[in-house]
T-cell receptor, first 117, second 113 residues
Framework: ETGVTQSPTHLIKTRGQQVTLRCSSQ?????VSWYQQALGQGPQFIFQYYREEENGRGNFPPRFSGLQFPNYSSELNVNALELDDSALYLCASSLGTSGRGSYNEQFFGPGTRLTVL | DQQVKQNSPSLSVQEGRISILNCDYT??????FLWYKKYPAEGPTFLISISSIKDKNEDGRFTVFLNKSAKHLSLHIVPSQPGDSAVYFCAASARFGNEKLTFGTGTRLTIIP
């Protein structure tokens, strides 16, 4: 069983540029969530995709956007990069959404470290 | 507005003793709570969870206690081992939503041999 993978591992960009981060979900999982972890902070929820549709969004501006593909892999795109976007970006996959059922455990990838200069 | 708080940024414990990590929350809608462990250069790994209908959940050396009236949970690790040295995050979810996890800021646990 393949775990959650993310690419690239590290990335350096300058202010105003655009970046795309990629995530391959764990085999059999159809839900992907993205989190931003700034230095010294806990991960903050950006958004979630379930079966290729956005299924919830945190308090992030529209320049943070995403996609989920038919194979359930996902991309996070950030436009007009700002210095404060420097962080570790984590992707987590799970099977389904909880709805009124039991909680579905999220499995995290190792993250992409983005540095904005 | 920090809805999940871990007030101790770090904790050092002697090997073999008990480690107690604490977490407080403010949002009454949270009904599922989790602890994640994170090593450097790795993503968070699920450790243990508890539903709001319970006040204790145990898994081997790890026990999580939930005090709903105080909006407080704690993770007990006994006995502590050197491999337990990591950053521990408390997280909460309103399960009848979209599994969005709200994390605390983490506690760095160091086990002293």
């Amino acid at each position: 069983e393949t775990g959650v993978t993310q690419s690239p591992t590290h990335l350096i960009k300058t202010r105003g540029q655009q970046v795309t981060l990629r995530c391959s979900s764990q085999s059999g999982h159809n839900t992907v969530s993205w989190y931003q972890q700034a230095l010294g902070q806990g991960p903050q929820f950006i958004f979630q995709y379930y079966r290729e549709e956005e299924n919830g969004r945190g308090n992030f501006p529209p320049r943070f956007s995403g996609l989920q593909f038919p194979n359930y892999s996902s991309e996070l795109n950030v436009n007009a990069l700002e210095l404060d976007d420097s962080a570790l970006y984590l992707c987590a996959s799970s099977l389904g959404t909880s709805g009124r059922g039991s909680y579905n455990e999220q499995f995290f990838g190792p993250g992409t470290r983005l540095t904005v200069l | 507005d920090q809805q999940v708080k871990q007030n101790s940024p770090s904790l050092s414990v002697q090997e073999g003793r008990i480690s107690i990590l604490n977490c407080d929350y403010t949002n009454s809608m949270f009904d599922y709570f989790l602890w994640y462990k994170k090593y450097p250069a790795e993503g968070p790994t699920f450790l243990i969870s508890i539903s709001s209908i319970k006040d204790k959940n145990e898994d081997g050396r790890f026990t999580v206690f939930l005090n709903k009236s105080a909006k407080h949970l704690s993770l007990h690790i006994v006995p502590s081992q050197p491999g337990d040295s990591a950053v521990y995050f408390c997280a909460a979810s309103a399960r009848f939503g979209n599994e969005k996890l709200t994390f605390g800021t983490g506690t760095r646990l160091t086990i002293i041999p």
